[in-house]
């Protein structure tokens, strides 16, 4: 059964609650507002407008938003780049890259260089209308030609995860005139506007992509958006600096022109402790990644926004192909081992919703909530598959065994790049309540150049691995469980599951006419992965933004979560920061 998805934006401005912002009907959901509401607390306020900020024109009174200053911004993780795949990437790319469309807070998209789009009978021609005005801080023009150089160097490695998104779709582009451009598919995508609206598809500038090396576009990607990269010392901060010529924001923006302040200094803060406490002390104006242990303060003291994500919530994936998970019965087993809720509310202090699905986080469309939860904490069940399966066996520390093979798992995650401190306490805690099934979990924390240098990507190298993937729709699906083959590697499916039959549904709803048979075939296809079991949910990935009130107008874009600070401004002539 799929219900409606919760609204990603959660906002409490000093009330000290869990507040869901209201969003209107979508397509598939089979339940009202109301039951959706009684989710969680209630009675709490909001400056947020419909699609999920601030509106600085209230909030700035009769002067107006204060022009000027530094703003002090605390960051978990580092980029590997300002653009890329991984979803700290698609964070900084958001400040200086533009997209085509901008995702909403209902769901929908809103013009930004698009103005206008429309799509042939058929579904395999998008023809995109694009704004006249708009040039690269190299003073290329963003016209069609670019648009179209953009789709071929996305699909052509310039980006892995916009590579993923529309790999097996995309066909070409072909520029009709200047400012209109015609997407050609090989296949019908029904989110195709959706997908769009990711920062994975910032636009940057043909000339920059061809003039300059790898590593000066890695580090100072030239786009059209807010802010340029001013200076990237690695480990300590990124500056970003003012686009003065910024009159191009999205529809959904709080304001049009440039940003109002300065820049920003976004610091790198991988303490815990010492990013909270540098908001407490005033040193930074912003942080992101509010610890579980200070969310409640956060709610008291500062304005306080946690966005919960879309696409596949943060997961064990098991390894389908080779070792213990080969045995679908195995993997059920370990599904059902494991209280994972009362875990997930211990280890972040009930701040991070529990997520019951290993394929769909509850926050994105189409989620079916009844394949969700299909394997509720039930030991005896357990440890009746595993009895099923042949693990009768009991070595001397409680192990299971089967034919003189320890039922042991190498369990492999990144430990602050995919895995924060507090998920860290997640992961330690399944280890532990796993043993009472007889499991033996053996954690191996890779960091993260082990993680994203691929040695943990083969079928030898692990047999559960944690992750997630953000998307603003269900065909994340397709990204997770397209089978790997030779001709058409997909390093995406760490689960290794080869399934027709799963594929076939996943493209039957990405390739559906309407959005009823778009979430029936979702809807199937959940059913289908909760049946085999090849993953198993935690929690639902999510980004949380705490801010001293002597800034506003900062907020949580929809589609992944970044901040955008296009909007935001100075409350006072006090507070406002400038460079040293």
């Given at each position: 059964m799929s219900t409606p998805r919760l609204s990603n934006v959660v906002r409490a401005e000093r009330t000290g609650s869990f507040c869901p912002q209201s969003e209107p009907h979508r397509r598939g959901w089979v339940v009202t507002s109301l039951i959706l509401a009684s989710l969680f607390l209630t009675s709490c306020t909001s400056s947020a407008q419909p699609d999920g900020g601030p509106d600085p024109a209230a909030l700035a009174g009769t002067e107006g938003p204060r022009q000027g200053g530094i703003i002090e911004y605390g960051h978990l993780q580092e980029p590997n780049c300002i653009f890329g795949g991984w979803i700290q990437e698609n964070f900084t790319a958001r400040q200086v890259l533009d997209n085509l469309v901008s995702h909403t807070e209902d769901g929908g998209v809103v013009p930004w260089i698009a103005t206008d789009w429309s799509v042939s009978?058929?579904?395999?021609?998008?023809?995109?209308?694009?704004?006249?005005?708009?040039?690269?801080?190299?003073?290329?023009?963003?016209?069609?030609?670019?648009?179209?150089?953009?789709?071929?160097?996305?699909?052509?490695?310039?980006?892995?995860?916009?590579?993923?998104?529309?790999?097996?779709?995309?066909?070409?582009?072909?520029?009709?005139?200047?400012?209109?451009?015609?997407v050609h598919l090989s296949a019908p995508f029904s989110p195709f506007l959706s997908t769009i609206s990711q920062s994975y598809f910032g636009l940057q500038s043909p000339t920059a992509l061809e003039n300059r090396s790898d590593e000066e576009n890695c580090r100072q990607p030239i786009g059209s958006g807010p802010f340029t990269v001013k200076e990237w010392k690695r480990g300590e901060y990124i500056e970003f600096a003012r686009n003065d010529d910024y009159h191009w924001a999205p529809k959904n923006a709080r304001?049009?022109?440039?940003?109002?302040?300065?820049?920003?200094?976004?610091?790198?803060?991988?303490?815990?402790?010492?990013?909270?406490?540098?908001?407490?002390?005033?040193?930074?104006?912003?942080?992101?990644e509010v610890p579980a242990v200070n969310i409640d303060d956060a709610r008291q003291q500062f304005d306080f926004t946690q966005y919960i994500t879309p696409g596949r919530p943060v997961v064990i994936n098991l390894n389908t192909e080779q070792g213990i998970f080969t045995d679908q019965t195995v993997r059920q087993a370990l599904s059902f081992a494991t209280d994972r809720k009362a875990n997930v509310e211990s280890a972040f202090l009930g701040t991070v919703p529990f997520e019951p699905s290993g394929y769909l986080s509850q926050s994105t469309p189409d989620y079916d909530s009844e394949a969700a939860n299909q394997y509720p904490f039930d030991l005896d069940r357990a440890r009746h598959l595993l009895d099923e399966a042949g693990w009768t066996g009991r070595d001397a520390d409680g192990t299971r065994t089967k034919n003189g093979q320890r039922l042991q798992v190498t369990f492999v995650y990144g430990l602050n790049s995919i895995i924060t401190p507090d998920g860290n306490t997640v992961i330690q805690n399944f280890q532990e309540q796993a043993r009472a099934a007889g499991f033996d979990i053996v954690l191996r924390p890779a960091t993260q150049s082990e993680f994203f240098s691929g040695a943990f990507s083969t079928p030898d190298s692990y047999d559960a691995q944690v992750g997630y993937w953000t998307s603003p729709h269900a065909g994340i699906l397709n990204i997770n469980y397209r089978p790997s083959t030779e001709e058409s590697p997909n390093g995406a499916n760490t689960?290794?599951?080869?399934?027709?039959?799963?594929?076939?549904?996943?493209?039957?709803?990405?390739?559906?006419?309407?959005?009823?048979?778009?979430?029936?075939?979702?809807?199937?296809?959940?059913?289908?992965?909760?049946?085999?079991?090849?993953?198993?949910?935690?929690?639902?990935?999510?980004?949380?933004?705490?801010?001293?009130?002597?800034?506003?107008?900062?907020?949580?874009?929809?589609?992944?979560?970044?901040?955008?600070?296009?909007?935001?401004?100075?409350?006072?002539?006090?507070?406002v920061r400038t460079e040293d």
């Amino acid at each position: 059964m799929s219900t409606p998805r919760l609204s990603n934006v959660v906002r409490a401005e000093r009330t000290g609650s869990f507040c869901p912002q209201s969003e209107p009907h979508r397509r598939g959901w089979v339940v009202t507002s109301l039951i959706l509401a009684s989710l969680f607390l209630t009675s709490c306020t909001s400056s947020a407008q419909p699609d999920g900020g601030p509106d600085p024109a209230a909030l700035a009174g009769t002067e107006g938003p204060r022009q000027g200053g530094i703003i002090e911004y605390g960051h978990l993780q580092e980029p590997n780049c300002i653009f890329g795949g991984w979803i700290q990437e698609n964070f900084t790319a958001r400040q200086v890259l533009d997209n085509l469309v901008s995702h909403t807070e209902d769901g929908g998209v809103v013009p930004w260089i698009a103005t206008d789009w429309s799509v042939s009978d058929d579904g395999l021609v998008w023809t995109l209308e694009l704004r006249d005005d708009v040039h690269f801080t190299d003073g290329t023009r963003l016209d069609a030609a670019a648009v179209a150089y953009n789709f071929d160097y996305w699909l052509d490695g310039g980006n892995s995860t916009a590579a993923a998104h529309l790999g097996g779709f995309y066909d070409h582009s072909e520029v009709v005139d200047e400012d209109t451009v015609e997407v050609h598919l090989s296949a019908p995508f029904s989110p195709f506007l959706s997908t769009i609206s990711q920062s994975y598809f910032g636009l940057q500038s043909p000339t920059a992509l061809e003039n300059r090396s790898d590593e000066e576009n890695c580090r100072q990607p030239i786009g059209s958006g807010p802010f340029t990269v001013k200076e990237w010392k690695r480990g300590e901060y990124i500056e970003f600096a003012r686009n003065d010529d910024y009159h191009w924001a999205p529809k959904n923006a709080r304001h049009q022109g440039p940003a109002y302040v300065d820049g920003i200094r976004w610091n790198i803060i991988p303490d815990n402790t010492s990013r909270y406490g540098s908001l407490v002390s005033g040193e930074t104006d912003v942080i992101g990644e509010v610890p579980a242990v200070n969310i409640d303060d956060a709610r008291q003291q500062f304005d306080f926004t946690q966005y919960i994500t879309p696409g596949r919530p943060v997961v064990i994936n098991l390894n389908t192909e080779q070792g213990i998970f080969t045995d679908q019965t195995v993997r059920q087993a370990l599904s059902f081992a494991t209280d994972r809720k009362a875990n997930v509310e211990s280890a972040f202090l009930g701040t991070v919703p529990f997520e019951p699905s290993g394929y769909l986080s509850q926050s994105t469309p189409d989620y079916d909530s009844e394949a969700a939860n299909q394997y509720p904490f039930d030991l005896d069940r357990a440890r009746h598959l595993l009895d099923e399966a042949g693990w009768t066996g009991r070595d001397a520390d409680g192990t299971r065994t089967k034919n003189g093979q320890r039922l042991q798992v190498t369990f492999v995650y990144g430990l602050n790049s995919i895995i924060t401190p507090d998920g860290n306490t997640v992961i330690q805690n399944f280890q532990e309540q796993a043993r009472a099934a007889g499991f033996d979990i053996v954690l191996r924390p890779a960091t993260q150049s082990e993680f994203f240098s691929g040695a943990f990507s083969t079928p030898d190298s692990y047999d559960a691995q944690v992750g997630y993937w953000t998307s603003p729709h269900a065909g994340i699906l397709n990204i997770n469980y397209r089978p790997s083959t030779e001709e058409s590697p997909n390093g995406a499916n760490t689960t290794f599951l080869n399934n027709p039959e799963v594929f076939h549904t996943i493209q039957a709803a990405l390739r559906a006419p309407t959005p009823g048979e778009v979430t029936e075939h979702f809807s199937t296809a959940q059913q289908q992965l909760s049946d085999l079991a090849p993953a198993i949910g935690l929690y639902t990935q999510t980004n949380t933004l705490a801010v001293d009130d002597t800034v506003t107008g900062v907020w949580l874009e929809p589609a992944q979560g970044g901040p955008v600070f296009h909007d935001a401004y100075f409350t006072s002539a006090a507070a406002v920061r400038t460079e040293d």
